[in-house]
């Protein structure tokens, strides 16, 4: 409730950004000597907070690769991008984050190219208020929210500790996960239920993927520190944001307070 009202308020928190914050604002002394050569792979990035996090990175001269379920929104952003930086590269793949297939297929492709990797943001996410299954079998939430993102961040790791250890330079993971994950009871998180639940709550879905999210940040981060790797992951909630996702996901918060 607090959070609620500070977002409303638009005060600042401990990040000294709030709800009133623009993406620009919050990169504005960002620096890189050379842009050009970063690469940032982000999911979800077609709404939302994706779309915002693109814009303002491409518009430090940031090389943008965004794996797309729908590339008519893909090709829109790109657009909206190139309007106001010109200069700006964009590259877009057809990828389903459910998909373990369709990730292992960008994979190949992004890796095909050649290029560095020095950021990737595993973003995209839904909420799902009724059951669903992605084409793996595995209930919707937690394919896409969870193991779509640790299939990529598997596939890729090694390439963005290359990358570091050639230019320097920290790489970055960062997974958007929710405070809502706190949510979750202890004798209720179990792999074998989220994979294929008997009885479906969206919010619960929802939120076990979210802390999901952070026990792999977790366990990916004790790894890289073992390795000496320059890469760091983190697991971040992006507070209150008006988004779809939010909406629909505040909708079965609701429902569930009134049953």
Same mark, same amino acid.
């Given at each position: 409730?607090? %959070?609620?009202?500070?977002?409303?308020?638009?005060?600042?928190?401990?990040?000294?950004?709030? !709800?009133?914050?623009?993406?620009?604002?919050?990169?504005?002394?960002?620096?890189?000597?050379?842009?050009?050569?970063?690469?940032?792979?982000?999911?979800?990035?077609?709404?939302?907070?994706?779309? %915002? /996090?693109?814009?303002?990175?491409?518009?430090?001269?940031?090389?943008?690769?965004?794996?797309?379920?729908?590339?008519?929104?893909?090709?829109?952003?790109?657009?909206?991008?190139?309007?106001?930086?010109?200069?700006? $590269?964009?590259?877009?793949?057809? @990828?389903?984050? !459910?998909?373990?297939?369709?990730?292992?297929?960008?994979?190949?492709?992004?890796?095909?190219? &050649?290029?560095?990797?020095?950021?990737?943001?595993?973003?995209?996410?839904?909420? !799902?208020?009724?059951?669903?299954?992605?084409?793996?079998?595995?209930?919707? /939430?937690?394919?896409?929210?969870?193991?779509?993102?640790?299939?990529?961040?598997?596939?890729?790791? $090694?390439?963005?500790?290359?990358?570091?250890?050639?230019?320097?330079?920290?790489?970055?993971?960062?997974?958007?996960?929710?405070?809502?994950?706190?949510?979750?009871?202890?004798?209720?998180?179990?792999?074998?239920?989220?994979?294929?639940?008997?009885?479906?709550?969206? @919010?619960?879905?929802?939120?076990?993927?979210?802390?999901?999210?952070?026990?792999?940040?977790?366990?990916?981060?004790?790894?890289?520190?073992?390795?000496?790797?320059?890469?760091?992951?983190?697991?971040?909630?992006? &507070?209150?944001?008006?988004?779809?996702?939010?909406?629909? !996901?505040?909708? &079965?918060?609701?429902?569930?307070?009134?049953?």
């Amino acid at each position: 409730m607090k %959070e609620t009202l500070r977002y409303l308020a638009g005060i600042a928190g401990p990040s000294g950004y709030g !709800s009133n914050s623009t993406a620009e604002q919050v990169i504005k002394d960002y620096a890189c000597s050379d842009p050009l050569h970063l690469t940032a792979i982000i999911t979800g990035a077609t709404s939302g907070i994706g779309v %915002e /996090t693109a814009r303002a990175l491409a518009k430090k001269g940031l090389r943008i690769v965004i794996p797309a379920r729908d590339l008519r929104k893909a090709d829109e952003l790109k657009e909206v991008i190139r309007k106001e930086s010109p200069k700006a $590269e964009i590259i877009i793949f057809e @990828t389903d984050i !459910s998909s373990f297939v369709s990730v292992k297929r960008f994979c190949s492709g992004f890796l095909a190219l &050649g290029l560095p990797l020095n950021i990737l943001i595993n973003n995209a996410g839904i909420y !799902s208020q009724k059951l669903e299954f992605s084409e793996d079998k595995i209930e919707m /939430t937690f394919a896409t929210n969870y193991l779509g993102h640790f299939l990529l961040t598997e596939l890729l790791l $090694e390439k963005m500790i290359e990358t570091a250890e050639k230019t320097g330079i920290q790489g970055r993971v960062i997974n958007l996960s929710s405070a809502i994950h706190s949510w979750v009871r202890r004798d209720a998180f179990c792999f074998n239920n989220m994979l294929n639940p008997r009885n479906y709550d969206g @919010t619960s879905a929802y939120s076990q993927s979210k802390l999901a999210n952070i026990l792999h940040v977790k366990e990916v981060a004790t790894k890289l520190q073992a390795r000496n790797a320059r890469v760091t992951i983190n697991a971040v909630h992006p &507070g209150i944001v008006k988004t779809g996702i939010m909406r629909e !996901s505040y909708k &079965g918060f609701i429902t569930g307070c009134l049953i």
